[in-house]
């Protein structure tokens, strides 16, 4: 069984910054793709930054120059450095692995949530 959790969201004053943490465990062979999504209620989940096992990464145009995604692949954990946060960064953020259980078989695994709350 695979769980993810997630820890750092809280509430800050626009202008400051938080850092996500999300640590994947349990039967883990490999873990290929780890990202954070977010949601507002009433819509969809949307990619914020995803990071490959080679260290690739991509962001959401509303974050870039913002937000920092990175991994430590011994671990099994992604981090989300937030800075500059903006109240319509207010969400509840998921992390996200696509990984694989065992050779050949890969599914995509979500964290329970996280709430950021960004004040003005």
């Known amino acids: 069984q695979v769980q993810l959790v997630e820890s750092g969201g809280g509430l800050v004053q626009a202008g400051g910054f938080l850092r996500l943490s999300c640590a994947a465990s349990g039967s883990i062979f490999s873990i290929n793709v780890m990202g954070w999504y977010r949601q507002a209620p009433g819509k969809q989940r949307e990619l914020v930054a995803s990071?490959?096992?080679?260290?690739?990464?991509n962001y959401a145009d509303s974050v870039k120059g913002r937000f920092t995604i990175f991994r430590d692949n011994a671990k099994n954990m992604v981090y989300l450095q937030m800075n500059s946060l903006k109240p319509e960064d207010t969400r509840v953020y998921y992390c996200?692995?696509?990984?694989?259980?065992?050779?050949?078989?890969?599914?995509?695994?979500w964290g329970q949530g996280t709430q950021v709350t960004v004040s003005s």
């Open positions: 996200h692995a696509n990984l694989a259980v065992i050779p050949g078989r890969i599914d995509d695994f």
């Open positions: 990071v490959t096992s080679g260290g690739n990464t």
